[in-house]
Structure formats: C-alpha cells, structure tokens
C-alpha cells in the first residue's frame, strides 16, 4: 500500500491539520474530530450538522461554511462518528434555534446519531433529523437496513442549509431537507476497489474486463459483478434504474460524481452521456455538478444523483454558498 | 465471578480482538467496509485503559464502563450495539460483588435483549445476534444444570463459534452486509465472528484466574 | 484498461461534449476543439489563451471564464494542439486589444504556439506570449529542452487574467504573468504511472513500495526511483528542491495539487506537511489550494508549486474568478 | 521519380507508421509520454486522406501538402518538426516533374535544416536527428557513386536504422526525454525509430513502383 500519509493511526488527525492549515474560514477542533464553520454559532440561525465515515472527502468536511454545514464531524475511515463527538457538534453550532441533524442511512450512523440526538436533547437542544436514503441500488424493505444514503447528502447539505441561512425555524429546514431526499436517486459503479489503510489492500478484487454495479460509498462490492463496457452503456444501467425508481422529468438537479480515483476527463465523457439520457426522457440537467463530490478514498468508478427539483429547491440550490468544496454566489 | 473476573474478561476480549484484528477486518472487507477489526481493537484498547484509569468496584460497574467506552469510542453499527450489549448486561448485575454463572446467563440475557431493540436484528439476519443467542442459551443450561463456570464457559464457547459457522450460508438482512442481497450468502458474519471472540475470552479469563497446575 | 470512455478515439470530443452540456457559461466547439468564454469576445480585453495536451483536467478548459482564461485548446491526450486550433481560439477571442499566449515549456507547446503566434499575426492579432517552466525537478540548461512547466500555469491564468480582466494592455499582462512564472517554482512525486487509453497499460511500472521522484505531468518516469516514505518525508524532498531553487520566504501562493488519482484526504495530510515546512523557514501559506487543479490522468502522487506573492499579485490572485474549477467573489 | 513515386511514398509511411505504432508509443512510454506512435499514425493518417481529396502535380506539391497536414493534424514536438522537414523539402523540390537520387539527397537536407532551425538539435542530443542525418549522408553518397535508386535508398535505410540504434546509449538533452537526465540512456529514441520507418518506405515505396519479375 502506497498513500500519502505519516501513520495509519493518525490518518483523521493529519487530515484535519490539513484542512485547518488549509482553510482559514474554518475551525478545526482537532482533539474531538470536529470541522466548524468560523463563525458557529450564530444566534437565531439554525445549525446543521452532519458526519460519517471519513474517506468521502470532500463529504463532509468540505461543506462546512456559509450556505451549508456548521459542522461536521468525520468519524475514522468509512466508520460514523461517535456520540459524543455529534453531541460536541451539536451544542457548538446551537444558536437558539435547533440543530439539524443531516445522516446517511447506515445502521451505524443511524444509531450513533440517535444516540447523540437523545444526549443533546438532554442538554437542552432541539433536534431534529434528516435520513438520507437514496441509492436505488438496494431494495427497501421492511425486512432490510433500507436504502443507504450517498450523494444525496451532499443536496440535503446545500438545500437545507440554504434554508437555514434565510432563518427559517427547524420544522422548515427539517421539511425542506426530507422532500430533498425524497426527490433524490443514486446509483453507482466501481471499476476498481479502494484500499483502507487499515486494510492495507483492496476490499475487493475485480478481473481486468469486471466491473461492479450498484456499489456503495463503503468500497463493498455492489449488487452485481459485470463485464466492463462503454461509458454510454454504464450510463445507461445507472440512469434505467433511477428512472425505474421515481421517473425522470422536467427540471434535473444532476451530479456525476467521482470515487476518487476517476480522472474528471471521464467523469465529463460519463455526463455526457447523462445529459443526453434526460433529454431522451424529456427531462432537463438544469442544474449540474460534474467531479469529485462524495468519494470512497482511491475507487475509480462513478455515481450519479438526480433530484427534481421545484421552484423552491431551485431557488435555494442557486443561492449562494461559501464552502472549501462548493462556492458560488460570494 | 468476582469484579477481578470481570476486569479480566474484558483484558481477555481486549488481546483476543488484537489478535484477531485482520481476521474481523477480511470478514468485514468481503460483506461489509473492512473496519470490523480496526473499530473493536481501538474500542477493546480504550475499554483496557479506561479500566487501569479508573477502576471500578463491582462487576456491574466494570460491564458498565466497558459499555460506555464502546459507545464513545468505535462508532460504526457494532458500537453502540456490543456498547449498549455490555451497557445492558451491567445494569443487569446491579451492585452484586460476585455473580454466579446463571446470573451472568441473565445478564448476558439483557445485554441480547438490548442488541435487539436497538438493531431490530431476529434470529437469522446474519448478524451478532446469531452468534450471541445460542452462545447465552448455553451457558443458561449449563447454570441450570450446575456445572463449573469453566464448563458452561466452554459450552457457550462451543455455541458461538457453531452459530457464526451457521451464519455462513444466510443472506444478510440487517447491517451493511444486506446491501449485497444475496451475494452475501458464503461469508461468515464479522460481528458474529468477534461475539465468539468475546464470548471465548469468559474461558480465557476464568483460565486465567484459576491456573491449573501441573 | 478500465476505463469511462466510449471510443479510445472520440476520448477528447467526448469529454468535451461534456463540458458543454455542463457548464453553460462555456462556448465548446467540438469540431475545432476549442472551449471559448460564453461572452468571448470582449471589445477592449485583452484575450487570454492557453492550451496543452488533454488530461491534466482541470487545467485548461475548467480555467475559462470571467477573470481568468478566455479559450483553452486541449490537444489529444499528452499531445499539445496544432496550430490550426489555437489560431482559431486566438482569432475567436481577440476583442482588439490583443492575445496573450500561455505556454508550458515543452518542445511540442512552444513549437505550436510559435507557428500559431506567427499565423495569427499574419490575421492581423496582435499575440505575446508568456512561458510557463516552474518545474525545478528539470536542471535548466542551455543545451536541453529547459525546465518544464506545470502547476505554476494556473497561477499565472489566475493572476494575468484579473489583470486583463481589470483593462490593462497586453504588454502588462504579458509582464505580470512573466512575473508570476520567475516568482513560481514546482516539484512532483508518483506513486503510482497513469494510463492512457491509446497506450491501454501504465506509462511505467512501480515496485510496491517505491516512488517516482521529480515527475512531470505527462506520466513520464521522474529524476529519480526512491523508495516510498511517510508523506512528511516526501514533502521535505520536494520542498527542499523548491527552497534551494528559489529560497521560501514571506507570503506565499501554495498549491497541494493532486495528479488525478490522489484521494483528498491525502492531499490534505500533504497540505499540513507543506504548511508546517513554510512556517519552519519563516514564509506563510498566504493563499491556498488544495486538490485537483494539474493532473496526469489517474495517476496517484501530489506536486507543490509556490509563488512568492507581492502586494500586486496578491491583489490579483484575490479578485473575482468565475469558471467551472475556480470560483470566488462571483 | 515523379509525382506518383511520392504520394506511394508517404502511403509507405503511411502503412508503416500504423503497423509500428505500438513499437513507437512504448518507445515513447520508456522516455516520453507515450504518444509518439499515436502522433504519427493520426497524422499520416490524415497525409494520406488530404493526398487522396487533392492529389498534388508535382513532387514537391505531394510534400509540402504532407508536411502542412502534419503540422495541422499531430501536435507534439513531432508534428511541427516532421512538419517542416516535409514542408522544405517539398519547397528545395520546387517544380520539378521528377527527381533524381541527388536532388532527394539535398532536399532531404533542406528537410534536415528545418529540424534543426526549429528544434535546435544537434547531432547526438538523441533526437530524429539522428538518424535522418546518417541516412541523407548515405543516400548522398550513393547518388554521387550514381548507383540504382534502390541501392541508394536500401544503404539510406541501414544508415538510419543504425543511427537510430545509436541513440540507445545517449543521454537526450533535447526533447521530453531529456527531463529524465541520465535515465534516458538505455533506450531508443522514438523519433529516430519513426525516421527509420519512414527513411524505409523509400524502398519498399520503390519495390512498389517497380515490381521485380521472377
Ligand atoms: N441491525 C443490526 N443488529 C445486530 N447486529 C448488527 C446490525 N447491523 C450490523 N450488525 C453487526 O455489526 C457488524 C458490523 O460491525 P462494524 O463493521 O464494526 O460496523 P459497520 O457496519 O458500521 O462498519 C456486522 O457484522 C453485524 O454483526
Ligand atoms: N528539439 C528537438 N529536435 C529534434 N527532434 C526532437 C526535438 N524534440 C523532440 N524531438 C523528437 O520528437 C520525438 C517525440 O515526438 P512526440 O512523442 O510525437 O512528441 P512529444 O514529445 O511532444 O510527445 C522525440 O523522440 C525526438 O526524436
Ligand atoms: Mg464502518
Ligand atoms: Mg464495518
Ligand atoms: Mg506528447
Ligand atoms: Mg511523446
């Protein structure tokens, strides 16, 4: 294993020396694992938090900041944050209003969450709780953990945090957070495994030709092995199955994302086959982002998230954010 | 067992977790995010030192500080779940300084019922739980039958290890391993391959204090 | 060869098919290979463009628009583009005042751009050019190609362009940029070569734990085969390199660029690294970047690149930049 | 030769360039970027096709229309420097109808003046030059001994091929390849293996024109 790293003990920690030598408009809390915005919290606003696994970056430390996220909390590589670190997040960003809590659908960050909210709670703070579940690549069921939750976090983050920004109460930014959710599909491809440096070496090995469909944010394998074909075709897997989940149409929030290891050359060549996709379906790519927006370390492959969008998710998507990741408007 | 017993299990989990780090984590790289190993060795190393730091005085206090340090510091699904497992099982014991096999067979009882509630997991998800379950009924007959702890602790030990082989063939329903659907069948279960871990070091550990001589 | 393409042939045309459906502030002309500012040209600017070989993505086309680049030509994959392309970008964004060509010093680009240079003064548009070689792993010499350059091309994009932006003539954008290119210095490290679709296997091979010392961006072997080390280690190398060029002091333009493959993560731990070599020799990290900004396709490995700023160009690096990998104050 | 003896020519080149692309691309990976082979098939590709929609009168019209397509089709250090070395050739030819071994011999050595004009390479930096040099001076040679154009081109192709594996041990100082130092030696150099390639299909462009019977 060759990564640019000092120990593999230390790996959250240097990261986080990293980003705070990196952006000043951030505080870095090194000893709890959590990533401010500088100025958190402000009063009457309410704050979002959110946190996972590290190994996503820039999800979601790079989210932090004006528009967005008051903090997140990385937790060590692929594994959620621990209660009392939410709960540190939690009570630093409270500025009166409540706190949102922003959390990936794994039985894990579920339960950690939980665990934090009922904590903070006892600390006198309202909170309340988005789950995001968007990856159509599993099925939901009673009987399962449910749809995992990947890009889709990254338009909860924007939308919700937006919303926040306005000074809208927690119930509002909560609503908001959920129909974005509701409104978002995921699937997702791997043409090659990552390497945790604990592990050392790949989670999964992967012939020359193979490919894996329907894969997580985790590095796992996904639902299928298959053979490697063109990136119009790969399209064509990923797109049919959001399509089949909640059909595609009108106005389209689009992310081709990146695992981390794929050059955004082909993450251009991927989304134009997506763009041509949606207007197959007669949908539109009205708003768009094309890179690497929630990764799984060193994985080639891709995902692509779609929401559609209303008036006012539109609305709240263009206004302006300020983060090491997404900026515009500022 | 007495709270010496009870510092030693957890001394005992806590190599037997080092040991079998790599182990938990291929378990966990085939079905799941190839953490398992790296998330109980760094809660089991805490457990280890929050017990040097303050040690507490009575097996339920040592079950619950355990728990606690679980919680606060693995994170991931198995966390809150051995965290609130262990948790559960210390509330169980209350403030008695020495506890009788079938008590900790009730305890243990409390700690499941614990995982359940918190993971939703029935018999058979592949989970912990099947691996936990047969472990405590076990060890239940064995107290009920009256035989040595070493006895029951070896039974138990027995069950465990037979119900994680057993989680082999299922199909994931719960946890990380159930987004593979059934490609998840043919691999053994990471959590319930440490609860045998866990479960084994109750033999280690009354090994331990009783050393049998020649 | 796994990768997200359709053709090995159409891997240039494709991505910029992308690139158009996703960013419509551009204007890309597929056939001709140009990515043009929407708005371009602007009666009075001066007209930046620059080109180079396609798969160092972002760099050039995700530098164009408001602030910095007025058109890129990206080449086929490593390969600079022909004249044909850039006369025609240089032609397409004179808005009378001029074009500034920037160039990165390798054979191929300066023959070019030269032959393009003459050609389009032959259309009557006026053209300087600024040469770009920053790379201080390359000894310069009067008897070899001379230095190479590299990260130090978006700088002087960045900081030239403000200027254009702001309505200064040619010959002083042409100045300021030659003065960002004097006051820049880069060093690179592979971890692992690149592939590229044409070639279908790894530009070379690396042992599991050595490394590529003084690369450049085309995935070609470095100066030197090392064995790996902790990534503190291995940014002392390349800052030494820098330091003994161009010695470190007062504020400095940092860049922790990724080379296509490097998860963020990494480039953060980097980052810290950096940060903490210049607080070590008095300079301060006064600006900075950190991902993927020059790249070699998926190779994974990280480059530095400093700048000594002065008031001006500090001024300029900070002025408003509104294109798909560069964005503040807009 | 006349007319028809240079667009076969650059067909050769044409043939040979496609069926030694991958030799020239791992050249080019061993000590340039690996496109070298990509580069020269995709221009003379593209000399092959403009020749075919306007097929020039004249010899020298044949070349300097190769020459400007690879300038506008190749890119790289290659394009602009093959570019022009067709380019004055083409332009030494003037308009003459046909061309003996001599006349080749100097416009091939106006072609060689060009590179050199515009890459500054000097014999031995381990470039094209390298072996386009020896091979003009061959074909020079065996025009001045007035000997049948195939030996001509025959001894132009051995001093090539030798040349260009004389660049194996060198050290480049010019070129992508120079960035590496003394790591460039071992290797050949793939600009002086695509002059081969092309210097070569002289002769089999030749044995073409003039089948040999029995
Ligand atoms: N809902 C659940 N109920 C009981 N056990 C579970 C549940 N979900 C996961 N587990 C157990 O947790 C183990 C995985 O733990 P770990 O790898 O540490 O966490 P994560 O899956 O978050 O990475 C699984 O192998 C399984 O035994
Ligand atoms: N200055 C120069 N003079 C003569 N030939 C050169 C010079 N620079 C490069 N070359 C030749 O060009 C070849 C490389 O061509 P190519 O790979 O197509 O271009 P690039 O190096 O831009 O990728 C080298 O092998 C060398 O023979
Ligand atoms: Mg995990
Ligand atoms: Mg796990
Ligand atoms: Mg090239
Ligand atoms: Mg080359």
């Not at chain 1, 904590?119 to 579940?133: I, P, Q, T």
């Not at chain 2, 070896?154 to 159930?178: D, F, H, I, N, Q």
Request: aromatic fraction near 4%.
């Amino acid at each position: 294993m060759k990564k640019l790293i000092n120990d593999v003990g230390s790996v959250v920690t240097d990261t986080l020396r990293g980003v705070a030598a990196a952006h000043p408009s951030l505080r870095v809390d090194i000893e709890n694992k959590i990533i401010f915005r500088r100025d958190a919290p402000r009063p009457g606003k309410v704050g979002l938090v959110s946190g996972g696994g590290s190994g996503h970056e820039p999800l979601h430390g790079g989210y932090v900041g004006y528009g967005m996220l008051d903090a997140a909390c990385p937790g060590e590589i692929f594994t959620c944050p621990v209660p009392d670190q939410i709960v540190e997040a939690t009570t630093g960003v409270n500025g009166g209003a409540g706190v949102l809590h922003i959390v990936k659908n794994y039985t894990g960050d579920v339960l950690n969450f939980e665990m934090a909210a009922e904590l903070s709670g006892d600390e006198g703070v309202e909170v309340m709780g988005v789950l995001v579940d968007d990856d159509v690549a599993v099925r939901d069921s009673l009987y399962t953990a449910g749809r995992r939750g990947t890009g889709a976090a990254l338009f909860v983050e924007k939308i919700a945090g937006a919303l926040a920004e306005s000074g809208a109460p927690l119930a509002e930014v909560a609503r908001v957070g959920r129909e974005v959710n509701a409104r978002s599909r995921s699937f997702g491809v791997a043409l090659t495994a990552c390497t945790t440096p604990a592990a050392g070496m790949p989670t999964f090995e992967l012939g020359g030709a193979e490919i894996e469909l329907g894969i997580g944010i985790h590095g796992e394998p996904g639902r299928a092995r298959a053979p490697h074909r063109k990136a119009r075709e790969l399209v064509r897997v990923a797109m049919d199955a959001i399509d089949d989940d909640l059909p595609l149409s009108g106005e389209t929030l689009v992310m081709v994302n990146g695992m981390g290891g794929t050059p955004l050359m082909e993450l251009y060549i991927v989304f134009a086959e997506v763009a041509a996709y949606l207007e197959e379906k007669g949908a539109t790519a009205a708003r768009r982002l094309v890179g690497d927006y929630v990764t799984s370390l060193d994985m080639q492959g891709f995902s692509v998230t779609t929401c559609a969008l209303t008036d006012e998710l539109a609305r709240l998507w263009d206004a302006p954010v300020e983060t090491p990741a997404l900026r515009w408007g500022r | 067992m007495d709270t010496r017993f009870f510092v030693t299990w957890m001394e005992e989990i806590t190599t037997a977790v080092h040991a079998g780090r790599d182990r938990l984590t291929r378990l966990d790289a085939a079905i799941g995010d190839a953490d398992h190993g790296a998330n109980l060795d760094r809660g089991f190393t805490a457990v280890a030192e929050a017990l040097a730091a303050r040690p507490p005085g009575t097996p339920g206090a040592v079950l619950v500080l355990a728990g606690t340090t679980l919680i606060r510091k693995v994170g991931g699904a198995s966390g809150p779940l051995y965290g609130t497992a262990f948790r559960e099982m210390g509330r169980a014991l209350g403030e008695a300084p020495d506890v009788p096999v079938a008590a900790l067979a009730s305890a243990l009882e409390a700690g499941l019922a614990g995982v359940r509630r918190l993971g939703g997991a029935e018999d058979g998800d592949k989970t912990m739980v099947d691996a936990l379950a047969p472990a405590i009924r076990a060890l239940a007959r064995c107290a009920g039958e009256g035989g040595e702890p070493e006895e029951a602790f070896a039974a138990a030990a027995a069950a465990a290890e037979e119900g994680a082989k057993a989680t082999v063939p299922l199909v994931a329903r719960k946890g990380r391993a159930s987004y593979l659907g059934p490609r998840s069948a043919g691999h053994e279960d990471p959590g319930a391959a440490s609860t045998v871990l866990i479960v084994g070091a109750l033999g280690t550990a009354a090994a331990r204090r009783r050393p049998r001589t020649g």
